[in-house]
């Protein structure tokens, strides 16, 4: 009987210290409401920048994409004009071809007149290459297709003097590249032609001199004006003949391609919208709205509102 008296009394003492540490609980939940515990750090100040050496270092990135985006605005105006120059040289009238070299290549791309013969005997080729104007059809003369071939650079020897220069007669198809298999279109004597000055073409980088040695794959992989001139004892300067001079049988003339590349409108959309996004993040980080420091202060403000 005693013994059931204590356990009565011990498990009431048990109870009861319970119920006193829940309600001392209780009551330091009640008064935290009324107080919030302060941050271990500051809160920065609403719509100011804490770190502006941070950033100021981030703002790099939008401030350089629209300098580059202004900048090929510029690049563009000025790859227009050199685009119109280029028209205008290659649309003008043929001009007499002037007597020195540095004459010659400040007319690159313009029509020059001249008059002379062919010296076959050194014919060279130029390859692989494709015909450029396969478009413009057959019209009589070989088939203007846009199968692998050559262009043809014969020494031209004008009638009006000892000069002798380099002339691209055009495009043949890899089948007709010897002079034998085309005999109709080797034709003898003087004639006038119209050509366009072309400067030395530059060899691709990842080409080896080896590798572009004519005297090893028998054709010339590039225009090397200088060494072609020399290999022919003629004077450094090249000229394109125009497709108007293309004889029935022979190769294909106006392989001049002139073309520049124009994509700074995309270059200029690309740097604007990175400028763009990069500056929105930007704001984003370094200019949000600080959280306030008690949850009833910001209940207020938008009770306010």
């Known amino acids: 009987m005693q013994s059931s008296v204590k356990y009565t009394l011990f498990a009431v003492r048990n109870i009861s210290c319970n119920f006193r540490q829940q309600l001392r609980s209780f009551r330091t939940t009640c008064k935290c409401h009324d107080?919030?515990?302060p941050r271990s750090s500051p809160i920065r100040p609403i719509g100011k920048i804490s770190n502006w050496g941070?950033?100021?270092?981030?703002?790099?990135?939008?401030?350089?994409?629209?300098c580059l985006g202004t900048w090929q605005i510029k690049r563009r105006e000025q790859k227009l004009q050199m685009i119109k120059l280029l028209e205008d040289k290659t649309t003008a009238t043929p001009v007499p071809l002037p007597e020195t070299r540095e004459e010659v290549e400040e007319l690159e791309y313009r029509k020059v007149k001249v008059r002379g013969r062919f010296d076959y005997s050194k014919e060279m080729v130029i390859g692989p290459r494709h015909n450029i104007n396969a478009k413009l059809g057959?019209?009589?003369?070989?088939?203007a297709t846009s199968t692998i071939g050559g262009y043809i650079v014969v020494p031209f020897i004008l009638a009006d003097s000892n000069r002798t220069i380099l002339v691209n007669r055009g495009y043949v198809p890899k089948r007709l590249i010897p002079a034998e298999k085309r005999p109709d279109g080797q034709i003898e004597g003087e004639i006038e032609l119209v050509g366009v000055v072309r400067k030395n073409e530059q060899r691709n980088v990842f080409m080896?001199?080896?590798a572009t040695d004519p005297t090893k794959h028998g054709y010339w992989m590039y225009r090397d004006i200088d060494?072609?001139?020399?290999?022919?004892?003629?004077?450094?300067?090249f000229i394109d003949a125009v497709h108007e001079c293309t004889v029935p049988g022979g190769p294909i003339g106006g392989q001049t391609k002139v073309q520049l590349r124009n994509e700074h409108l995309s270059y200029i959309f690309t740097w604007y919208t990175l400028s763009f996004l990069t500056f929105w993040m930007w704001k984003k980080t370094y200019f949000n709205k600080a959280i306030p420091d008690r949850a009833m202060d910001y209940i207020a403000r938008m009770k306010a509102k």
Do not use: C, R, W, Y
């Open 227 to 237: 060494l072609m001139a020399e290999i022919a004892n003629t004077e450094p300067i």
């Open 54 to 66: 941070q950033a100021g270092f981030m703002l790099i990135i939008p401030v350089t994409s629209f």
């Open 138 to 143: 057959t019209d009589g003369n070989m088939q």
């Open 35 to 37: 107080k919030q515990v």
């Open 208 to 210: 080896s001199k080896s």
